[in-house]
C-alpha cells in the first residue's frame, strides 16, 4: 500500500493532508520524498521560530545528559531555572508557571484557573479565533467548531472582528454583569489571518478587566517568543494579562512543551483548588531543549528583534509592490489579501511548485518565516512569490 493510502487507513485527520511528504530539515529548508527542497514560510505554523537546523536547540538534544524522566511531583532544578527564566523575559508581572505539554492544554489550565479563582463560569472569546482542541478551547471557539459537541461548556460569548471601538463596547458590556471569568485572546490574532487590533481596543479590554475583576488571558502560544516583532505580542500593547499561554516556539519545534503562566497574585487565590498533574509536561529533554532556547534567546535578544524589523521592513516593500487588496503585518506575521479563497489557494500551490511553501487561509496568503530569515532566501522567496502572481 503506498503512503497516502496507508495514511488514509491509519491516521485519523479532519482533512485531507496536503501532497508532500517530509522527510528531512536542514540547512533552513524542508526535504520531501523525492529530495526535493523547500524554503518553508509556515515554520510549523509558527513553531520554527528559529529556523531548522538550529545549532542551538540541536545541540541541546544532542548533548543531554540528565535522568531519563523526572515524576511531576519531584524536584527538578532544570524546571525552576526554566520557570524563573520564563518569568523574567514574560510580559507584566506573570511569575509563576504551570507545566503542559502543548498549546491546547496550556490554553485549557488558564481556563481552569480563571473558572477557579473568579468562582465564575463565563468567558469571552474573538470570533473565528482558534485556541486548540481539548472540550475547554473547542467551547470558546466559533459555532461551527463548537457544533458537534452539544455538552461542551455553555456561556461562552464571542465578540467580532475587527477588533476597534464598536468591539470595546461589545466587551465592555459582556463584562458588565460581573459574572465572566475571563477574556481570552491572541494579542495579535495571527488565526484570525494577523487580525490586529487597534490600540482603544485593546486599552479598553484590559480597563474593563480590572474594574469587573475578570482575568484577562493572552493566548500567545502562536504569537509568542519573536513573531511578531516583540518578543511577546502582548508587549505591542503594553498589555499586562493575569495570564499567559505559549507553547509551539518555546522550544523551536524540536521537543513539545506548553507553559501556562500566572501572576502571584492569581496562583495565590487559586491556592491548592488545582495541581494540573501532567505527565509529560515539562519531560527533562523538552525542559533542556527550552532552556537552550531561552538562553540563547536572551543572548541574542537585540540583535534578533533588529534582525526581524529589518526583514520585515523588506518583506513590506516587496510585498507592496504585488497586486494584493490589503497587507497585514505585524514583525514576521504576514497575511496578503487576494480577491477570494480560490486565488490565494492558487497562488500558494504555485508557490509549492516553485518550492516556496505558504498557507492560504481563506481569502489570504500566510507568510510565517523563521525569524532568522537571511537576506538571500528572503529575496528567493519574494522573487518565487511576485513570479507565482504574475504567472
Ligand atoms: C493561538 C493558539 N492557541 C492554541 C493552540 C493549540 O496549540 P497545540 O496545537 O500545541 O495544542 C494553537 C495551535 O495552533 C494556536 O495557534
Not at 490565494?344 to 481563506?362: H, M, P, Q, T, Y
Request: charge should be positive; include cysteine.
Amino acid at each position: 500500500m503506498n503512503l497516502k493510502d496507508s495514511d488514509r487507513q491509519y491516521l485519523g485527520r479532519g482533512t485531507e493532508p496536503d501532497d508532500l511528504e517530509v522527510t528531512g530539515t536542514d540547512h533552513g529548508l524542508l526535504r520531501d520524498g523525492k529530495g526535493r527542497r523547500y524554503l518553508d514560510w509556515l515554520s510549523g505554523w509558527c513553531v520554527g521560530n528559529f529556523g531548522w537546523g538550529a545549532e542551538h536547540l540541536r545541540d541541546a538534544i544532542r548533548d543531554y545528559r540528565g535522568p531519563d524522566y523526572v515524576p511531576p511531583h519531584f524536584h527538578y532544578a532544570p524546571w525552576v531555572e526554566l520557570a524563573r527564566r520564563l518569568a523574567q523575559l514574560a510580559p507584566g508581572k506573570l511569575r509563576v508557571a504551570w507545566r503542559a505539554t502543548g498549546g491546547t492544554e496550556a490554553v485549557d489550565i488558564a481556563l481552569q484557573i480563571a473558572m477557579a479563582v473568579t468562582g465564575r463560569a463565563r468567558f469571552v472569546a474573538i470570533k473565528g479565533s482558534y485556541h486548540g482542541n481539548s472540550i475547554g478551547a473547542v467551547s470558546i471557539a466559533d459555532e461551527e467548531a463548537r457544533a458537534p459537541f452539544p455538552n461542551r461548556l455553555r456561556g461562552c460569548e464571542l465578540v467580532d472582528p475587527p477588533l476597534d471601538a464598536d468591539a470595546a463596547a461589545r466587551v465592555e458590556k459582556l463584562l458588565a454583569p460581573r459574572d465572566v471569568a475571563a477574556v481570552i485572546l491572541e494579542p495579535i490574532v495571527l488565526n484570525l489571518n494577523v487580525e490586529i487590533p487597534a490600540a482603544e481596543f485593546m486599552k479598553r479590554l484590559a480597563a474593563a478587566c480590572k474594574r469587573t475583576g475578570t482575568l484577562l488571558i493572552a493566548d500567545e502560544v502562536a504569537s509568542g517568543f519573536g513573531r511578531t516583532g516583540k518578543l511577546f505580542a502582548s508587549e505591542h500593547y503594553a498589555l499586562k494579562p493575569d495570564v499567559l499561554c505559549l507553547a509551539k516556539a518555546i522550544t523551536g519545534g524540536y521537543a513539545p512543551m506548553g507553559a501556562t503562566l500566572t501572576t502571584p497574585g492569581v496562583a495565590r487565590k487559586l491556592g491548592d483548588k488545582a495541581a494540573f498533574y501532567s505527565t509529560y509536561g515539562w519531560h527533562p529533554i523538552a525542559t533542556a531543549v527550552a532552556l537552550a532556547n531561552l538562553k540563547w534567546i536572551a543572548a541574542h535578544q537585540r540583535a534578533l528583534l533588529r534582525h526581524i524589523e529589518q526583514t520585515s521592513k523588506y518583506l513590506r516593500t516587496r510585498l507592496a509592490r504585488m497586486p494584493f487588496k490589503a497587507l497585514r503585518i505585524k514583525g514576521l506575521a504576514i497575511a496578503c489579501e487576494t480577491d477570494s479563497a480560490e486565488r490565494a489557494a492558487e497562488v500558494a500551490a504555485r508557490c509549492k511548485d516553485k518550492s516556496l511553501l505558504i498557507g492560504a487561509e481563506e481569502h489570504c496568503l500566510m507568510l510565517f518565516p523563521p525569524l532568522t530569515l537571511d537576506p538571500a532566501p528572503a529575496k528567493f522567496g519574494m522573487d518565487i512569490l511576485e513570479r507565482a502572481l504574475r504567472d
